[in-house]
């Protein structure tokens, strides 16, 4: 029991920390101030909820710009750094 208690307390800390040092731009679902204030007041079930639903995303870069010019800049960038990756694999190590 005192394991289980242990680890509650340990992720409340560690969502906790995490929620206070997000960005407020990245936050989802909620304002940053109504995570902390859910993560404080419930502390398992509002971690887990943090978790879940309020942490950012774990690839924000995977995304396109919405502007179609950047977008299309992007993909060009991606394509060219595959390429690179590609040729680097078939050249012989030196």
């Known amino acids: 029991m005192l394991y289980v208690a242990l680890f509650g307390f340990i992720l409340w800390v560690l969502c906790f920390a995490d929620a206070i040092t ?5 936050v989802r679902n909620l304002s940053k101030d109504g995570w902390l204030v859910v ?7 509002g971690s887990i909820l943090w978790l879940v639903a ?11 710009p ?3 010019e950047e977008a299309e800049f992007v993909r060009r960038c991606r394509e060219r750094a595959e390429e690179q ?3 680097n694999r078939r050249r012989p190590q030196e």
């Open 22 to 26: 997000t960005e407020e731009n990245e």
């Open 39 to 45: 993560v404080l007041l419930l502390p398992i079930v």
């Open 54 to 64: 309020g942490r950012p995303e774990k690839y924000p870069g995977e995304r396109l």
């Open 66 to 68: 919405e502007d179609p």
């Open 85 to 87: 990756r590609r040729e």
